[in-house]
């Protein structure tokens, strides 16, 4: 987003361990406080809770547009303006060119995450979406409801978030959609179609992590 004015809100249940840092003009980070969750996966679905609340509570007074991504990436390209749009969500990199009867979308009748096999345009990824802070707000608020009442349900959508993320788009259709090329995993290698990354996942042991 260079050339323009740019908030960075990490959110995180330890402040402390954020550097302070010091930003070009027009740039801020604020560091923003969250619960701690034991399970990899709970801290993974209750993201969608605190975008609600903090859109709700802070962000529709900072910003015009919110962008939301995961942590463990870094930036490897350019990325600007061009993604921004009243809602958008990018292609999965895991998914891209795959038949829609091959997306790992949830496929359990009781789950509000459920999607029919003869449903779905593509697989979106969950870390990276965004949109204006009214239809971030109106999207993160339906998936966390789902999400609870599921959990009532005693379901857990088979990629959390993820998959409440999915089933949104389906029925909400995003006004723009990105290419993968905006979240990439170098896991995957590099594709004849693939140009540039411009956000690209850190190497983790996964295992590690969720443990």
Known sequence: ?????????????????????????????????????????DVSMRRMEMIRDYSNQRFMGEVDYLVCVDVDMRFSDEVGVEILSDLFGTLHPGMYGAIREDYTYERNLQSEAYIPLDEGDFYYAGGFFGGNIKEIYKLTNFCHNAMMVDKDKKIEAVWHDESYLNKYFLYHKPTKVLSPEYLWDNGFGTPIFLRRKRFLAVRKNHHEIRN
Do not use: F
């Open 1 to 41: 987003m260079v050339g323009h004015k740019v908030n960075y809100y990490i959110l995180t249940d330890r402040v402390s361990d954020i550097p302070i840092m010091e930003l070009a003009e027009g740039r801020r980070m604020q560091v923003l406080k969250v619960p701690t969750y034991k399970r990899w996966q």
